[in-house]
T-cell receptor
Framework: GENVEQHPSTLSVQEGDSAVIKCTYS??????FPWYKQELGKGPQLIID?????GEKKDQRIAVTLNKTAKHFSLHITETQPEDSAVYFC???????FGAGTRLTVKP | DAGVIQSPRHEVTEMGQEVTLRCKPI?????LFWYRQTMMRGLELLIY????????DSGMPEDRFSAKMPNASFSTLKIQPSEPRDSAVYFC?????????????FGSGTRLTVV
């Protein structure tokens, strides 16, 4: 099956700084690359995704970039706020298997 | 839409008892997934259904676990008999292959504690 790996496992930033989380995948046939955010006591929620025919997608303060050659995609959060603190997951497309998650802490 | 609805939110049971978790997917979604989340193993896919038919149950840990989807609006995950190591948060998610983003919508989860 497909392997999905995330880095780092934990990330701590100051409010206002940027945060970047990277996900590598093994299946070269993957064509859909989502990021999910999980807040305490809730289920994961899709926050942004990208398809393999584009290299970057932005939605306000978050963006996802894709490098199909290197088989990785990254989540970028700019101007971080305390409410961005959560666990973030990337997923492999083929029957979504999730990475181990990155715990982001934004310090006020 | 009310989203994916799971019940109960919390379940505490004694070892050896039968546990049934329930899920109502989003209307119109034709794929349903059961996940288990623990600190040690993260989010594990247990089983998924397409059009009410189980497609891949390779993630189901043991024969003690079973899942059914009798119709498009309801699914159950049953553990019989339950064991302390089954303690986890169980999530149900649904999606539509016809959706342009293929994203999954998760329920709020059932926190299971087996004592």
């Amino acid at each position: 099956g497909e392997n999905v790996e995330q880095h780092p496992s934990t990330l701590s930033v100051q409010e206002g700084d940027s945060a970047v989380i990277k996900c590598t995948y093994s299946d070269s046939a993957s064509n859909y690359f989502p990021w999910y955010k999980q807040e305490l006591g809730k289920g994961p929620q899709l926050i942004i995704d990208i398809r393999s025919n584009v290299g970057e997608k932005k939605d306000q303060r978050i963006a996802v970039t894709l490098n199909k050659t290197a088989k990785h995609f990254s989540l970028h959060i700019t101007e971080t706020q305390p409410e961005d603190s959560a666990v973030y997951f990337c997923a492999g497309r083929h029957i979504m298997r999730f990475g181990a998650g990155t715990r982001l802490t934004v310090k006020p | 839409d009310a989203g994916v609805i799971q019940s109960p939110r919390h379940e505490v049971t004694e070892m050896g008892q039968e546990v049934t978790l329930r899920c109502k997917p989003i209307s119109g979604h034709n794929s349903l997934f059961w996940y288990r989340q623990t600190m040690m193993r993260g989010l594990e896919l247990l089983i998924y259904f397409n059009n009410n038919v189980p497609i891949d149950d390779s993630g189901m840990p043991e024969d003690r676990f079973s899942a059914k989807m009798p119709n498009a609006s309801f699914s159950t995950l049953k553990i019989q008999p339950s064991e302390p190591r089954d303690s986890a948060v169980y999530f149900c998610a649904s999606s539509s292959r016809d959706s342009p983003n293929y994203g999954y919508t998760f329920g709020s989860g059932t926190r299971l504690t087996v004592v």
